[in-house]
T-cell receptor, first 111, second 115 residues
Framework: AQRVTQPEKLLSVFKGAPVELKCNYS??????LFWYVQYSRQRLQLLLR??SRESIKGFTADLNKGETSFHLKKPFAQEEDSAMYYC?????????????FGTGTQLKVEL | ETGVTQSPTHLIKTRGQQVTLRCSSQ?????VSWYQQALGQGPQFIFQ???????GRGNFPPRFSGLQFPNYSSELNVNALELDDSALYLC??????????????FGPGTRLLVL
């Protein structure tokens, strides 16, 4: 079975402070990990995927297979980063190309 | 390029009724996935369609069924609605080229309330 755990429902930081949104996963095969973001009143959209190894909007995430983690980091939080963040895993267990999502972390950046 | 669209945006039904939700894929995409997102939860995979056939299913009962049409649009049908079916239903489209599947792009969702 595949599972994604996001331990924090809400993370509140001050503008300019570092951000780390935690994500741990459980998967027997070789995982593909993603971070999706949902800004207020907008649809769910891809933020980044581990195979791209790129930085989007200042966010980065490194896949750590030893710790089965894919934490999302940003050195300096901006007010516009306030949103709901979902970590997701893609696997082929059970057929298809399904994404397994965590329960999400609400990031609130305060001034 | 047209994004993923879903209809209706909101729907209210009563227990035992049937509902059909619709999704139009993003231009150029051939695969549609459906997800259920209950309040306070992440989206949960219902099933996926490729070339008009179901290509993977999550842990949902048979009363959840779907269709994909030749133009790659899709429907999600839920029979015998239960109160717990109240949720946001998300459609996502992507392009499958054989081995790798590209990013899934999500629609705005249909919010279903079952009374």
């Amino acid at each position: 079975a595949q599972r994604v755990t996001q331990p924090e429902k809400l993370l509140s930081v001050f503008k300019g402070a570092p951000v780390e949104l935690k994500c741990n996963y459980s998967y027997s095969g070789s995982p593909e990990l993603f971070w999706y973001v949902q800004y207020s009143r907008q649809r769910l959209q891809l933020l980044l995927r581990h195979i791209s190894r790129e930085s989007i909007k200042g966010f980065t995430a490194d896949l750590n297979k030893g710790e089965t983690s894919f934490h999302l980091k940003k050195p300096f939080a901006q007010e516009e980063d306030s949103a709901m963040y979902y970590c997701a895993l893609r696997g082929v267990t059970g057929g298809g190309n399904k994404l397994t999502f965590g329960t999400g972390t609400q990031l609130k950046v305060e001034l | 390029e047209t994004g993923v669209t879903q209809s209706p945006t909101h729907l209210i039904k009563t227990r035992g009724q049937q509902v059909t939700l619709r999704c139009s894929s993003q231009s150029g995409h051939n695969t549609v996935s459906w997800y259920q997102q209950a309040l306070g939860q992440g989206p949960q995979f219902i099933f996926q369609y490729y070339r008009e056939e179901e290509n993977g299913r999550g842990n949902f009962p048979p009363r959840f069924s779907g269709l994909q049409f030749p133009n790659y649009s899709s429907e999600l049908n839920v029979n015998a609605l239960e109160l717990d079916d109240s949720a946001l239903y998300l459609c996502a489209s992507s392009l499958w080229r054989g081995r790798e599947t590209e990013t899934q792009y999500f629609g705005p969702g249909t919010r279903l309330l079952v009374l």
